[in-house]
């Protein structure tokens, strides 16, 4: 099976995408337009998401209502520039649980490097939606998907707001399973395999590391 690619590309985050590609936005309005775009991926990302009815009171009856059904799903952030994503996410989905994994890009041989690793009990049971800003060469994201799946993770889907036509196809081939949402697919990766036209290092950019 191979996995889909939805690209979101609902107006409003198109706009504020593009806010945030300039190299004028400043770490603030960065982190403000990336979480303002997480509760819109957020949206997407969950329209499939089971629903079972339940018996409520209003002030005035009786009601078969709906809620969601399962086991509370995992959002799992891939440190450091995850966290972007995690934040919006989270304020409309209070009750899920959260996993970080940290990994970090070797600048030499651009393999994903893991120093973090936690996760909550029962992976197997839950919906588990990973998020990284960024889909690159894809060496991180399937890293982490490789990481998640070994610790029981079986139904698993990627959120990131840019990813690079190389990246999405190394993904596939590795885990053909996951679907993978994104705000854009962009040109090219450059020879330092950075995304073209890209925004840059999101880490840095979140964080004002640079
Ligand atoms: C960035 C980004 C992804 C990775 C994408 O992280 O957040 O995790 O690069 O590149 P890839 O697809 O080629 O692996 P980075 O390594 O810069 O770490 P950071 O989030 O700590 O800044
Ligand atoms: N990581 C980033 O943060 N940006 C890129 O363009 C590629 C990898």
Redesign the pocket.
């Known amino acids: 099976m191979n996995s889909s690619v939805t690209v979101i590309d609902h107006p409003l985050i198109q706009h504020k995408l593009t806010l945030m590609r300039r190299t004028s936005a400043s770490s603030s309005t960065f982190r403000s337009l990336l979480k303002e775009i997480s509760h819109l991926m957020a949206y997407e990302i969950t329209r499939d998401l089971p629903i079972e009815h339940t018996q409520i009171e209003t002030p005035l009856t009786k009601m078969q209502a709906p809620m969601l059904a399962g086991k509370k799903l995992c959002l799992v952030s891939?440190?450091?520039?995850?966290n972007g994503l995690l934040e919006g996410i989270l304020e409309l989905i209070p009750s899920a649980r959260v996993g970080h994994i940290g990994?970090?890009?070797d600048p030499e041989t651009?393999e994903?490097v893991e120093y973090y690793y936690k996760m909550p009990s029962d992976l197997d049971q839950r919906l588990v939606i990973t998020v990284?800003?960024?889909?690159?060469?894809?060496?991180?994201?399937i890293a982490a998907i490789t990481r998640l799946k070994e610790g029981g993770a079986r139904n698993i889907r990627f959120l990131c707001l840019l990813a690079a036509p190389e990246?999405i196809e190394a993904f596939h081939a590795a885990h053909p399973e996951v679907p993978v949402y994104t705000a854009a697919i962009d040109d090219h990766l450059n020879e330092h395999?950075y995304i073209v036209p890209g925004l840059g290092?999101?880490?840095?950019r979140i964080y004002g590391t640079r």
Do not use: V, W
């Open positions: 891939i440190l450091r520039a995850g990994l970090y890009r651009l994903a990284d800003p960024m889909l690159a060469t894809a060496n991180s994201s990246g395999k290092d999101a880490g840095d």
